[in-house]
C-alpha cells in the first residue's frame, strides 16, 4: 500500500475539493492518502497555519480557492518544495468563462448560498425523514417520488440522496403477507419506484445486519426460501402496477438515484410537470 499526504484546501466547506480528490484517488490501486482538511481558509493567517503543516507534512495539493493572494501563496510555497498543487475548478471554471464571455465573481461558497434550491433541499430532507419506511404513508401524494422494496434494498439511504439532490422522497417498505397503504395504487403526481435485490444479496447484507445487531440469524429474515418468495412476490407487485423497477444488486445508491431521477423526469414530462434542475 502506497501512503502520501493529501491535504485538501477550500475557502468554502471542502465538499468539491473532497470529492474531486476520492473521485480521482479511486482511479489508482494500492495507495491510501493521509488526509489534511482545510476548509473556510479566508485570510492569510489562516494560509500561513496550512503552509505550515504542508511543510511538515509534504505531500499532493489540491485546493478550491477565489482569493489570488491566498493562492499565490499556497501555489509559491508548493514551486519551493517541488509539490503537486491542483486547482480542481481552475479548468472547468476558464473553459465556462471562454465560452459565455463572462467573468466569474469571485465569491467564496458561493455555491453554497441561502438561495431557494437549498430552502428547496432543506424541505426536501425533512420530508425524507418523515416519510421513512412507510412513516405518515397517507401523505405521500405530496412526494416527488415514492420507494417501495424488500427490507435492506437501500430505499432509505436513496430517499436521502434524492433529497439532498431536492427531490421529496418516500418509501414504502414491502413485507409478505401485509398489505401496502391503499393510496399508494391511486397515486397520480408521485413516481413510485420498485426496488429490487438478487436473494443472494440480500441474504448477505441482512446477515451482516443481524450480525451488527447481534441478534439470531436463524429467522424468516434470511432464511432463502423466504427471501426467494419476498424477490418474487414484490416484483409481480411492481408488475401489477406497471412501476419502473431497479434492479439495485450491483448498482451504487448513487447510479440508483440517477436512474430513479431518468425515470421521473419523463414521469413529469408525461404529466405536465416542470421537472427539477
Keep these: 500500500m502506497k501512503k502520501f499526504n493529501l491535504h485538501l484546501v477550500s475557502d468554502s466547506t471542502g465538499e468539491t475539493v473532497g470529492s474531486v480528490a476520492r473521485a480521482a484517488i479511486v482511479q489508482f490501486e494500492g495507495v491510501e492518502p493521509e488526509e489534511f482538511n482545510w476548509t473556510l481558509v479566508r485570510t492569510e493567517a489562516q494560509m500561513e497555519r496550512v503552509i505550515e503543516t504542508i511543510r511538515a507534512n509534504p505531500g499532493v495539493v489540491m485546493y478550491t480557492l477565489v482569493n489570488n493572494n491566498l493562492r499565490d501563496m499556497l501555489k509559491a510555497e508548493c514551486a519551493k518544495r517541488s509539490l503537486p498543487c491542483i486547482a480542481v475548478l481552475a479548468a472547468t471554471v476558464a473553459e465556462l468563462s471562454a465560452y459565455l464571455g463572462l467573468k466569474t465573481h469571485a465569491l467564496p461558497g458561493k455555491q453554497h448560498a441561502l438561495n431557494e434550491d437549498y430552502f428547496l433541499r432543506v424541505d426536501a430532507i ?33 430517499c436521502i440522496y434524492l433529497a439532498y439532490k431536492g427531490y421529496k422522497t418516500a418509501n414504502i417498505p414491502f413485507v409478505l403477507d401485509c398489505p401496502l397503504p391503499p393510496n399508494l395504487a391511486d397515486l397520480k403526481k408521485p413516481l413510485v419506484i420498485g426496488l429490487t435485490i438478487s436473494p443472494d444479496r440480500l441474504q448477505q447484507i441482512r446477515k451482516t445486519r443481524l450480525q451488527s445487531l447481534k441478534q439470531e440469524q436463524d429467522t424468516n429474515y434470511v432464511d432463502m426460501e423466504h427471501l426467494q418468495r419476498e424477490v418474487v412476490e414484490s416484483r409481480k407487485l411492481f408488475n401489477t402496477h406497471k412501476w419502473p423497477v431497479i434492479d439495485v444488486t450491483k448498482r451504487s445508491v448513487e447510479e440508483t438515484a440517477a436512474t430513479i431521477i431518468q425515470y421521473l423526469r419523463k414521469h413529469q414530462e408525461k404529466m405536465g410537470i416542470v421537472h427539477h434542475g
Aim: proline letters at 6%; aromatic letters at 6%.
Design 126 to 158: 425533512n420530508y425524507a425523514l418523515a416519510h421513512d419506511d412507510g412513516q405518515a404513508h397517507w401523505e405521500t401524494d405530496e412526494a416527488d417520488i415514492v420507494l417501495v422494496g424488500p427490507s435492506r434494498t437501500s430505499k432509505s439511504p436513496t
